[in-house]
């Protein structure tokens, strides 16, 4: 008997890519021997209610059918549940997707879902000023990307897609003042720093590798700070990020760790799984191994863009 699962769809990720993929998602699952049953999203916070009604209907799995805010919320309603999350990716960045070598084809990530292995990841704990606690998977960041992330929530129409972040991003760039940040990983001072990044996944941003090696799995929080005071900083930390030389940069820095508080002496946008997360100050800690995530079985050959 294969796998019953429960689809849960944000029907506007990835410029509705979500809905386009839908149908052969699921033609496909069922082809593979699973059962599905769907529900969409509405509004923020759908996804966490729904996976958590999940936890007792007899459910072998929950496949969140959008970007990495919709992973989060499932993941957050499924906590302590032992049921995996699937991934269908289709929103803009798909960082856990990416990490994971999960197809992007809706064929693919069917059979990852009917027929893959579970695989066991780290998780972290965030807590910030007016957000409360939410699980994450992939990063968190304070600083400028959080700034960054407000500002795309608040502009963020039916259909959003790499450019809908162009116009968010290039108002925030105008405004924002680079305030200082101070960062102790496992209760250590780190070096200075206007941004902070906690990797749990290595991909950033869809394409970005800010960090090499890091693995959500490793046991252990990876961080990229980065000392800008200008904003002609940003693009060249991007450059550097793709081509993956942001380490060489002199005002660039690196920690690794089980727990991350980030303060500052005024709020700083806080921003987790590219969702916004209140403001500083933030606190992260590692949580080794609780989570599950169905991946292809070894062997398997996925499609990732």
């Known amino acids: 008997m294969g796998r019953r699962v429960l689809v849960v769809v944000n029907p506007v990720s990835g410029r509705r890519r979500a809905l386009r993929s839908l149908p ?15 529900f ?9 209610r729904a996976a958590s009604g999940a936890r007792g209907g007899g459910f072998d799995a929950v496949v969140a059918v959008g970007g990495d805010g919709t992973v989060n ?5 499924l906590d302590g549940s ?9 929103g803009t960045a798909n960082v856990l997707a990416r990490d994971l070598g999960i197809p992007f084809d809706a064929e693919g990530a069917a059979r990852t879902v009917a027929l893959g292995t579970v695989r ?8 910030a000023a007016g957000a409360g606690r939410r699980r994450l998977l992939c990063n968190a960041g304070a600083g400028l990307d959080g700034a960054v992330v407000a500002a795309v929530a608040r502009a963020r129409g039916a259909s959003l897609g790499f450019r809908g972040w162009v116009a ?10 680079f305030p200082p940040l101070r960062v102790t990983v496992d209760g250590v001072p780190a070096a200075p720093c206007t941004q902070a990044v906690i990797l749990n996944a290595g991909h950033y941003g869809g394409l970005f590798d800010l960090l090499p090696g890091v693995s959500p799995d490793d046991g252990a929080l990876d ?19 793709r081509r993956g030389t942001l380490a060489l940069h002199g005002d660039a820095s690196s920690a690794r760790g089980r727990s991350v508080r980030v303060e500052s002496d005024g709020p700083v946008p806080v921003q987790v799984d590219g969702d916004p997360f209140g403001t500083t100050p933030l606190e992260v800690v590692l949580n080794p191994a609780s989570a599950q995530v169905l991946v292809p079985s070894p062997g398997a050959t996925p499609e990732v863009p």
Do not use: K, M, Q
């Open 24 to 38: 052969r998602f699921l033609d496909a699952l069922r082809a593979a021997g699973g059962r599905a049953e769907e």
């Open 40 to 48: 969409r999203t509405a509004a923020a916070g759908d996804a966490t």
């Open 73 to 77: 919320e499932v993941l957050n309603g």
């Open 82 to 90: 032992g049921i995996p999350v699937g991934i269908l990716p289709a």
């Open 120 to 127: 066991h990841l780290d998780t972290a704990e965030a807590t």
């Open 168 to 177: 968010p991003l290039w108002r925030t760039l105008g405004e924002y003042r």
């Open 223 to 241: 961080l990229c700070l980065l000392d800008a005071r200008r904003r002609r900083s940003f693009f060249r930390y991007l450059w550097a990020a």
